[in-house]
């Protein structure tokens, strides 16, 4: 029977990704992914030579319900996000429910996730993380959704791009000054650095650098060391 296999792949170091995941996208006959220069990288690291189709943000229905056609048909798939576990702040949920609608059975093939990653790194003893993804660009959007998961009460993870992440910590600032907040930066990467303390410390760290690079992975806690 043909399937749909969600396949996690590494956040940075290829070195992460599993054996079975390995074996999976060799075995399968072709590759959904969102960007197929990103993704033919890790394929030609292993060797495995493999048609890769793109579906991304912008991807219309009609593109999850052709490549869901050919699963039906026979031909077993699998979908692979840029970086980490699929479905987590990417498109492919779409893909997934054309795939499960023309019935054909999904099936995970679990790994890397820069959620798991930053939560292991933290040390955090709280019983709930609640994880956000990226927020809108659009500043009002965004500190609107800070109010909203501060209310909580809970701790939460965002991710961030290295464009918007002091804009980012300046609304925590404002919104939650004594917030403990611990960032995981290039996670996996020769470049990876963890950060801790309040949102008004981290930032001023981050300014104070000629440029701030790389990929954030965020976790806001409780008004105690996270």
Same mark, same amino acid.
């Given at each position: 029977m043909?399937r749909l296999?969600?396949?996690?792949?590494?956040?940075?170091?290829?070195s992460?990704?599993?054996?079975?995941a390995?074996?999976? &996208?060799r075995e399968?006959?072709f590759?959904v992914?969102e960007? #197929? @220069?990103?993704? @033919?990288k890790?394929?030609?690291?292993y060797?495995?030579?493999?048609?890769?189709?793109?579906?991304h943000?912008?991807?219309?229905?009609?593109?999850?319900?052709?490549?869901?056609?050919r699963i039906?048909?026979?031909?077993s798939a699998?979908?692979?996000s840029?970086?980490? #576990?699929p479905?987590l702040?990417d498109?492919?949920?779409? &893909?997934?429910?054309?795939?499960? $609608?023309?019935g054909?059975?999904?099936?995970p093939?679990?790994?890397?996730?820069?959620f798991?990653a930053?939560?292991? $790194? $933290?040390g955090?003893d709280?019983?709930?993380?609640?994880?956000?993804?990226f &927020?809108?660009p659009?500043q009002?959007? @965004?500190?609107?959704?800070?109010?909203?998961?501060l209310?909580?009460?809970?701790a939460?993870v965002l991710?961030e791009?290295?464009?918007?992440i002091?804009k #980012?910590?300046h609304?925590?600032?404002?919104?939650?000054?004594d917030?403990?907040?611990?960032?995981?930066r290039?996670?996996t /990467?020769?470049?990876?650095e963890?950060?801790?303390g #309040?949102?008004s410390?981290? $930032?001023?760290?981050?300014?104070?650098?000629?440029a701030v690079?790389?990929?954030?992975?965020?976790?806001?806690?409780?008004?105690? /060391?996270?």
């Amino acid at each position: 029977m043909s399937r749909l296999f969600v396949v996690a792949t590494p956040i940075g170091n290829l070195s992460d990704i599993t054996l079975r995941a390995l074996e999976t &996208l060799r075995e399968v006959g072709f590759i959904v992914c969102e960007d #197929t @220069r990103h993704t @033919r990288k890790l394929l030609v690291h292993y060797g495995i030579d493999k048609r890769v189709v793109s579906f991304h943000a912008n991807s219309k229905p009609a593109a999850a319900d052709a490549i869901a056609g050919r699963i039906a048909d026979g031909e077993s798939a699998a979908y692979v996000s840029d970086a980490g #576990t699929p479905l987590l702040s990417d498109p492919g949920a779409a &893909l997934v429910r054309a795939v499960r $609608a023309a019935g054909v059975p999904i099936v995970p093939i679990p790994g890397p996730s820069s959620f798991a990653a930053v939560v292991s $790194a $933290a040390g955090w003893d709280g019983s709930t993380i609640m994880f956000e993804g990226f &927020l809108s660009p659009k500043q009002g959007r @965004r500190r609107k959704r800070l109010a909203e998961l501060l209310a909580r009460d809970e701790a939460f993870v965002l991710l961030e791009s290295p464009f918007r992440i002091i804009k #980012t910590l300046h609304d925590l600032s404002d919104l939650a000054p004594d917030h403990q907040v611990f960032i995981g930066r290039e996670m996996t /990467k020769a470049h990876e650095e963890f950060l801790v303390g #309040t949102p008004s410390e981290i $930032a001023d760290n981050l300014s104070e650098r000629p440029a701030v690079k790389g990929e954030f992975t965020v976790l806001v806690g409780h008004r105690k /060391k996270v």
